[in-house]
Each structure stands twice: as structure tokens, then as C-alpha cells.
């Protein structure tokens, strides 16, 4: 390697480029290479950055280069297939790279923690040695046994002279049933001792098998589809599995998934924030003997750490998570499942990167030449689209495993009943009707808190949010006021403050429903389940539990009810208000109100009791109710996909979104017209507004953007390319801010 090498380093600053640096001085323990982490100066402070390139020249003049401080990492901690997916998703996302790469590590690795995996381990003290000797420990055979084995490979690794360190919980776990009692306790009378070491590679440690747990009897068509994709393993090959819910699914994936680890060829599955539960994880654990590395947004930095360092090591066969796992660092790929394809928790909305896990899951699985599967039971009108195009194969799972039929939709016309709280005389009589049954009953409100708003009955006062353009929610349990859009709070008033009259909640939440409910059902228990109930950890838990075994007979909920546990006697779903989303301005609602809508009828009748849907709505004849309750999803979807292509939309045309902020609406629109104006618009390419938010003002700021359309993707990625440096060369004001989203999820 020659002296005068260059390190083209990403840094982790919103500035598109890269910094170069001398290589250390002194060389240090690893060399520098692309793909590792590095320490360097940066002004005054120090950054960890990762090598993108090595180069042998610089514009920079030799007195002004410095040297980088330090090479972190013996190996590359992003392989070269990863390195190529970073630097696709900085072209593609006109993001830059330094951002990019920060995203793809876990904060503690940003900071410079080492990428070697460290392994807690246990060894027996001098104590412990003579305890063993003179048996003194053999009163408690279990704690005999164990400090026994450990005692044993202690000695077995000095005579094979391999490195000295302690026995595992891997080894332990191998070798006993349960032991971790007998080491507690042997570490308290001071036998044992805990410590760690750093183990390079993965674990040595050969399981006894490689399933743990037998795989279910699967249908026909949960057999045609491990077939087809098991044939496609050595190359890349997208695939929808459109699977109705209860239809089995994961099982396909757990199948395949056993087929590409005993290639020794490893996993990566992602799934939605919302449906990574510990049922899941369970079913993995549950069938496999491996280890795996599960990663999501609760984990503490150490816990996400730690899962990093076991899938860089190659020590997880498994990597499952949510968004930002589609970045982990699992070697030696062999498939990427994503689950719930349609969740838009899989797009970064609220960074300046704003990524679809899933659209960059489909750029990994074709660089690494594995196939990729989809799996939803309500695909994306997007991914249909695909499929139609046969640029993705269809795999059908169109009936559900074991007896369960499909439920019985229904609509109820709000106009025509009465209605108390919300709920209609039919959709309580069914309630009654399936409680007296046996059955449990699921009411669905994808609204949280007790009331949306709080009327003064005399002047017409509504409590609405200082910062936003948006009434507060009433929270009676908590005595609060809440904004669901910027968090603000504020005490609950028993008087309007404009004319001091009595005030009211209007309109319904899951609180208030649970209230009404235990009205009507005074002996049935009832559980309720929203982000509010789900904030302390192990509570939503605790909700799923009860409902699952029978203890509450009636569970109200937000679309949270729709993952984790199945409920197998709930035999009756209402949704209580279907028509938000029916007239909505995004033209991607009535997606979402259809892929709810039967997300959540997926949960009755799961067993073998028949179920029943009943959806409130005060605009039963709406075209959308209509194709869904009698067509099902894909006649939902074929419709939505004709109105689509008559105005124009995704899939038939390309989007992209400049949005400005600022502290006044004038400020942001006028940024965005002056942005308008520096385009140099190609023809096909539109360039629409600016116009202000839906909601213009949001956390004391106001919001408004641009859009960006053209059917061809690749003339919308040339014009952003050229104006994008244009936008940022403009003045603005100091509170302005402004970011790019390409292919944008929500447009409000
Ligand atoms: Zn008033
Ligand atoms: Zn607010």
C-alpha cells in the first residue's frame, strides 16, 4: 500500500460530499480500506466517519490535508454489497452519503464502539475449583454439574491451546435444559465468575439441530409457493405472496427460511414497527435452534448494539426488524422477506432521509441475487401493480388454514338508526348476539383518547391547540388535554375560558367507546388497546393476553388490535367509523381506509366459528364500501388502479415533494415559488403549487410544499439532480427548513 493513499471519508453532515484525509500516522492496528470505520478531525471536534474510497490524489493543497486519527475496525463494517446499497440510496434519495451511512449504524457505532461482538461468559474462581475437589458443592447436584462443564472446557481449551475464556450461555444452553439458576447461584457463593471476551467470527458453537420445533402441515397452496420460491433461491426473483389473513403466511416464510439456513445462507426479515411482537419472534425462536438478531425502535442503544455486532459477526442466522434493519450488516444473504409490504411504517417520514425499507429491501435482494418475498394480505396498489406487470410472480393463499370461513360483511347505514356514543342499535343487538354465543367482539375506532374535541355548548368554543391547526383531544383518564399532531398538553377545564359556561366532549375515542360499551355490557369484561395503553412497555401484552384467553370478551382498539396474538373466538368486528379517509385530499386514503377496513375483519372468525363485519358509515353507497364488501381487497384494488391511471397517479406516474417550513405560511410559500422558479422544467415533468399543508400549522410552524410529477422515473431524477443544487444555493430565511422526499407516502 502506498504511502500517499487517500481516505474519501463520509461524514455524518448534511453536506453532499465526501472529505478527504491522510491515511494515520503512526499506521496503527488495521488498515485503512473501504467500508471501515474511521476516527478524523473535523474542525476542533473529532468524527467517527466510514471509508468510501481509497484514491491516490486530492484537490486538497498537502499543507491543508490532515491525517485520519484512527482506523476502528480490523474489518469492514458495511461489506461490498452493502457499501453499493448505501451509495444507491444517496443517489436515489438525493440524500448525502455521510447521512445516509449514519442511518445504517446503530448510534453506539456512530460514536466509535468497537464492531467486535462481545460475549458474556462465566469461569470458575480458585474457590470454585477447590469447592469442586473437595466436593463440597455436590450437595446441590445442578450447581454440581454445571460448574462441572464449565470447569471441563476450561481444561479442554488449554490442552487444544485454544484462547482461555469462559464457558457461554450459548455452550450452557446447549449442554443443560435450564441453567441459569445454577450459575446465579453459584456466582453468589462466589464460584463462579462472570466476565466477557471479544469473539471474532461467528459462534463455533455447533447447535444440536437446526430446527427446534416441527413445521405445521401446510396446504396446497402454502406448498406451490415454498416450491416456487425455493426454485428462485439462487437468484434474484421478487415475489407477492397475497395471503388473507389467517391463510399462513409466516409459515412459508419459516419453510423457506429452513431451506436457505441449511444452505448455510442466512435470513433477513422485515417487518412493520407495529408487527414486530413477541408472538413473532416466538414463532422464530419457537422453530428455530439459531441464533437470531432482532431489531426495532424500543431497544435500548446497548440492546441494538449488541444485535448489530452478532449480524456483522455472521453470528445471527436470522436478522428480523423493523426499517432500519434493511441495512444490517447480514453476510452471506440468502432471502429478504418483507412482511406486510403495504405498512407504511416501512418509509422513513420524519429524518431528512426519508428511505422505503422496502423499496431499498428490493434494490438488496437484486445486487446480492437472492429472491425477495412480499407478503400481504392487502397489497400496496403499487406492488399490484408490479405483480400485473409480471415484474413481481403472484403467490395466492387464498383460503384460510384449518376450518375458518371467510366472515360476512355488512354494511350499517348510519342515517337510518339510531345511534348512542357512536354505536348503532343493529351494530349493539349483534354484539348481544354473538356475546350470547360465546363469542368475543372486537370494535374497531382508529382514533385514541376519550373525545376528538371539546365544545362550550353556549358560544360554540372548541379547544383547539395553540401550535397546530388542530383541535386538542380530550383525555379523561388522564384529566388532559392532547394534541395528537405536535404532543402539547394541557389540564382538562370543567368551564369555557371564552364565556364561562359548562363544557363538553363531542364525538367518540376508544375511551369513550370502552365507557358506552361497559354501560350497555355492565358483566362482560372489557379490554381496551391504543398507543396510549401500549406507551408502558408490556402493556399492550398484558391486553392481547387477556383477550386471547378469554378473560375480556370485548376488546376496543385502533389499528393496533390488527397485529400479534390471533384471536380465535372473536366472531365479531365492528368498525365504528369508516367514512374518515372516504373523501380525503391524499390520494392514497382510500388505500388505506380499505387496507384497515380488512386488516381489521381479518380478525374475526379466525377459528372454527363462522365471523361477521358490520361498518358503520353514514355513506353506505360509497363506490369504495361497495367494491370492497362485494369484490373483496383486489376489487377494491382493481378500481382504485383505474382511478389511478385516469388522474395520473403512482403507479402511472413518478412523485417527489419539496416541503418548506417556517414560522410564517408567507415565508414557506414564498421559498417554494422561488424554487418554482429556478427549475428548468423538462417537458412531461410537472411541477405543482406551491400550496400550503392540509394542516398549514403544525408544532407553532408552517408548512406548505411542491410536487414533483412525470411518468418517466429517470426525467425526474435528471431534473431533481439539476435543481436540486439550484434550491440550495437560494437565501432563505433563517428559520426556514426544507427537505426532499422522493416517492412520498403522504400528501397533505
Ligand atoms: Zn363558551
Ligand atoms: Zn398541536
Redesign the pocket.
Known amino acids: 500500500m502506498s504511502a500517499e493513499q487517500i481516505l474519501q471519508v463520509a461524514l455524518d453532515a448534511p453536506l453532499r460530499r465526501l472529505f478527504d484525509y491522510r491515511t494515520p500516522e503512526p499506521a496503527g492496528r488495521c488498515a485503512p480500506q473501504p467500508g471501515k470505520r474511521v476516527r478524523v478531525p473535523f474542525g476542533r471536534r473529532q468524527l467517527v466517519g466510514v471509508v468510501v474510497a481509497l484514491t491516490d490524489h486530492t484537490d486538497i493543497p498537502p499543507d491543508k490535508l490532515r491525517a485520519a486519527l484512527e482506523v476502528l475496525d480490523e474489518a469492514p463494517v458495511f461489506d461490498a454489497r452493502l457499501q453499493h446499497l448505501l451509495a444507491f440510496a444517496a443517489q436515489y434519495y438525493h440524500h448525502p452519503i455521510g447521512e445516509v451511512v449514519a442511518a445504517a449504524l446503530p448510534k453506539l457505532a456512530r460514536d466509535g464502539a468497537t464492531a467486535v461482538e462481545v460475549i458474556a461468559c462465566w469461569v470458575s474462581t480458585a474457590a470454585g475449583r477447590d469447592a469442586l475437589a473437595t466436593g463440597a458443592v455436590s450437595r446441590a447436584p445442578k450447581q454440581c454439574e454445571v460448574l462441572a462443564f464449565i470447569e471441563q472446557q476450561a481444561v479442554e481449551r488449554t490442552q487444544l491451546g485454544t484462547p482461555a475464556r469462559g464457558s457461554t450461555a450459548d455452550e450452557l444452553g446447549n449442554a443443560f435444559p435450564t441453567w441459569r439458576e445454577a450459575v446465579r447461584a453459584l456466582v453468589a457463593r462466589g464460584w463462579l465468575t462472570a466476565t466477557e471476551y471479544e469473539r471474532h467470527g461467528p459462534s463455533t458453537t455447533t447447535p444440536s439441530a437446526l430446527l427446534r420445533g416441527e413445521p405445521l402441515h401446510a396446504t396446497d397452496e402454502q406448498l406451490a409457493a415454498i416450491t416456487a420460491i425455493e426454485a428462485a433461491l439462487d437468484r434474484y426473483a421478487p415475489f407477492l405472496l397475497h395471503g388473507i389473513t389467517g391463510s399462513g403466511k409466516t409459515e412459508v416464510y419459516l419453510r423457506v427460511i429452513e431451506t436457505v439456513l441449511r444452505q448455510g445462507r442466512n435470513a433477513l426479515v422485515l417487518v412493520p414497527e407495529i408487527g414486530l411482537t413477541p408472538q413473532l419472534v416466538a414463532r422464530f425462536t419457537a422453530r428455530f435452534h439459531v441464533p437470531l438478531a432482532v431489531l426495532h425502535s424500543g431497544l435500548t442503544d446497548t440492546e441494538r448494539l449488541a444485535a448489530w455486532r452478532s449480524s456483522l459477526a455472521g453470528n445471527a442466522r436470522i436478522v428480523i426488524g423493523t426499517r432500519s434493519a434493511v441495512f444490517a450488516p447480514v453476510n452471506n444473504l440468502g432471502i429478504v422477506i418483507v412482511d406486510e409490504e403495504h405498512d407504511a411504517s416501512f418509509k422513513q417520514q420524519d429524518t431528512a432521509f426519508r428511505y422505503s425499507a422496502r423499496d431499498l429491501a428490493m434494490v438488496r435482494a437484486q445486487q446480492s441475487g437472492i429472491p425477495i418475498v412480499l407478503g400481504s394480505a392487502t397489497p400496496s396498489i403499487e406492488t399490484l401493480h408490479n405483480a400485473a406487470l409480471a415484474r413481481y410472480t403472484t403467490l395466492s393463499l387464498p383460503r384460510r388454514t384449518g376450518q375458518s370461513m371467510p366472515p360476512r360483511a355488512a354494511t350499517i347505514d348510519l342515517r337510518q338508526h339510531a345511534v348512542r356514543q357512536g354505536l348503532s342499535t343493529p351494530a349493539v343487538e349483534a354484539m348481544r348476539r354473538h356475546l350470547g354465543a360465546d363469542g368475543q367482539v372486537l370494535v374497531f375506532i382508529n382514533r385514541r383518547g376519550y373525545a376528538p374535541s371539546l365544545v362550550?355548548t353556549?358560544?360554540g368554543?372548541m379547544a383547539p391547540c395553540g401550535e397546530c391547526d388542530a383541535r386538542l383531544t380530550v383525555h379523561l383518564g388522564a384529566a388532559q388535554l392532547r394534541c395528537h399532531h405536535c404532543g402539547a398538553q394541557a389540564p382538562l377545564p370543567e368551564h369555557?375560558p371564552?364565556?364561562g359556561?359548562a363544557v363538553r366532549p363531542v364525538g367518540q375515542g376508544t375511551e369513550r367507546v370502552e365507557e358506552t360499551l361497559t354501560e350497555w355490557f355492565p358483566d362482560v369484561p372489557i379490554a381496551r388497546l391504543d398507543r396510549d395503553i401500549a406507551r408502558r412497555r408490556g402493556d399492550a401484552e398484558d391486553v392481547m393476553t387477556r383477550v386471547a384467553s378469554g378473560d375480556a370478551r370485548i376488546l376496543v382498539g385502533t389499528q393496533m388490535v390488527t397485529k400479534g396474538h390471533d384471536f380465535p373466538n372473536v366472531t365479531l368486528v365492528v368498525v365504528l367509523n369508516a367514512d374518515q379517509g372516504l373523501f380525503s385530499t391524499d390520494f392514497r386514503a382510500p388505500e388505506r381506509l380499505a387496507q384497515t377496513i380488512i386488516q381489521v375483519a381479518g380478525r374475526a372468525g379466525r377459528g372454527d366459528k363462522p365471523g361477521e363485519v358490520l361498518i358503520q358509515s353514514e355513506y353506505p353507497e360509497h363506490p369504495l364500501l361497495q367494491h370492497l364488501l362485494h369484490e373483496g381487497y383486489d376489487g377494491f384494488a382493481r378500481e382504485a388502479l383505474k382511478e389511478r391511471e385516469a388522474s395520473a397517479w403512482p403507479p402511472y406516474s413518478r412523485l417527489a415533494a419539496i416541503r418548506a417550513s417556517a414560522l410564517t405560511l408567507a415565508a414557506a410559500v414564498e421559498f417554494l415559488r422561488t424554487a418554482r422558479g429556478a427549475a428548468v422544467v423538462p417537458r412531461g415533468l410537472k411541477v405543482l403549487g406551491p400550496v400550503p399543508a392540509a394542516m398549514a400549522k403544525r408544532a407553532s410552524r408552517y408548512h406548505a410544499q411542491l410536487l414533483v410529477e412525470c411518468a418517466d422515473r429517470a426525467t425526474l431524477h435528471r431534473f431533481i439532480d439539476t435543481w436540486l443544487p439550484r434550491i440550495e444555493s437560494l437565501t432563505a430565511p433563517r428559520d426556514l427548513r426544507w427537505s426532499l422526499d422522493i416517492d412520498p407516502l403522504e400528501l397533505s
Open positions: 362550550c353556549a358560544c368554543w369555557c371564552q364565556c359556561y
